[in-house]
């Protein structure tokens, strides 16, 4: 099978598509055919060995994916080959076949394609855990969503959405402040002016902002604190602008504001009854069709390289999709 192959952590442009076997099924898995994986900024860090753990080499990367059910272990109940599926693993998903354990997969709702599956479990777990589980978002609060237009931020609007928010949408350009706005925002701001902490106090009539979704970090972090609401919650989600602020410790206190560490990869482990409330109201919201995975871009497997780089060239609207077979 072709498979993107990472033989030494290294920039996307040194990383090539091998011709491998095909992965055995193993006691307790089942092997999917690949239709759709996404890329993530995660993906990006962990190809060039910058992630927080790093893949033993070689390693496939690609978390998350969309496909059919090819073969099932003997001992796995409740899945059989031709099930169309959607999940998530450690990495492996930019190959044309994929093997996981049944908790890391879930039967994709009727009609959904495989590019909006793959687009799906990480960016919605996000933002569902992080405004819900986290944030505590309320029908009717004002929620600013920063890089809004990026994976986790399109996801995040989505939601808030859903949740009966307000949501302001901050976003860099023209075109993705557009993007950020047809799935949803209420009102987009241009955060790369000066004055944009202005316009949104304009925005929230003077009140700020209840819930700050923040997947940016930087200097940006720090102005979009000093808008909040009293009570208000800022969700520490990422860096995708590759600086961790510093907060003074003065600015909690004079705002009344919290600051809330979001991070998905522990909540299985730390708080598996969240996760499960969690992925049961996304699922309720994608099977009752309230909910559509926000695809950007779709790539072919042979582009795989194109998709990073959109991502890592802060030119991405919404999710990087790899079309795999
Ligand atoms: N905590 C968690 O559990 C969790 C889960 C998923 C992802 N994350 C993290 O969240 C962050 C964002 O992920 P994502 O999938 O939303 O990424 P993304 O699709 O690349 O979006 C990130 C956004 O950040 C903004 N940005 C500002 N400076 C940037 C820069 N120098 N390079 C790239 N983007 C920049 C961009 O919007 P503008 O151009 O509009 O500024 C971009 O749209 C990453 O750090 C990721 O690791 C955390």
Redesign the pocket.
């Known amino acids: 099978m072709k498979a993107v192959i990472v033989e030494q952590y290294a920039p996307i442009d040194q990383i090539g598509l091998k011709d491998i076997a095909v992965p055995v099924v193993t006691p307790g898995q089942l092997r999917i055919r690949v239709q759709a994986a996404s890329v993530?900024?995660?993906d990006g860090?962990k190809v060039e060995g910058r992630y927080q753990t790093r893949d033993p080499l070689p390693f496939t990367p690609g978390a998350e994916f969309a496909g059919v059910i090819d073969e099932v272990a003997p001992d796995v109940q409740g899945f059989a080959p031709g099930m169309r599926v959607m999940g998530a693993a450690r990495s492996g998903a930019l190959a044309e076949y994929i093997v996981v354990p049944p908790d890391a997969v879930e039967i994709m709702p009727d009609g959904l394609q495989p590019e909006a599956g793959a687009a799906f479990r990480?960016?919605y777990l996000?933002a569902l855990?992080?405004l819900s589980e986290r944030g505590s978002l309320r029908a009717g609060e004002q929620l600013l969503v920063?890089?809004?237009?990026?994976?986790?931020?399109i996801a995040a609007i989505q939601v808030g959405k859903l949740l009966g928010a307000r949501v302001i949408a901050?976003?860099?350009?023209e075109d993705?402040r557009k993007f950020a706005a047809s799935f949803g925002a209420d009102a987009v701001i241009d955060?790369?002016r000066s004055d944009w902490r202005d316009t949104l106090k304009e925005l929230t009539g003077g009140h700020g902002a209840d819930v700050i979704f923040d997947?940016?970090?930087?200097e940006?972090s720090v102005q979009a604190f000093r808008s909040i609401a009293w009570n208000g919650r800022h969700l520490?989600?990422?860096?995708?602008?590759?600086s961790i602020p510093a907060l003074p410790f003065n600015l909690p206190l004079l705002k009344g504001g919290l600051l809330i560490g979001?991070?998905?990869?522990q909540i299985a482990r730390r708080e598996p009854l969240a996760q499960a409330r969690v992925m049961a109201q996304l699922s309720a919201w994608l099977n009752g069709g309230n909910l559509t995975p926000v695809v950007g871009k779709v790539f072919a497997l042979a582009d795989f390289r194109e998709a990073f780089k959109t991502?890592?060239?802060?030119a991405?609207l919404?999710?990087m999709v790899v079309r795999i077979g």
């Open positions: 993530g900024f995660v860090l990480t960016n996000t855990y992080a920063l890089g809004a237009a990026g994976g986790t931020g901050a976003a860099s350009t993705k955060y790369s997947p940016v970090g930087g940006i520490v989600v990422g860096f995708a602008s590759g979001v991070d998905v990869a991502m890592q060239t802060r991405a919404g999710k």
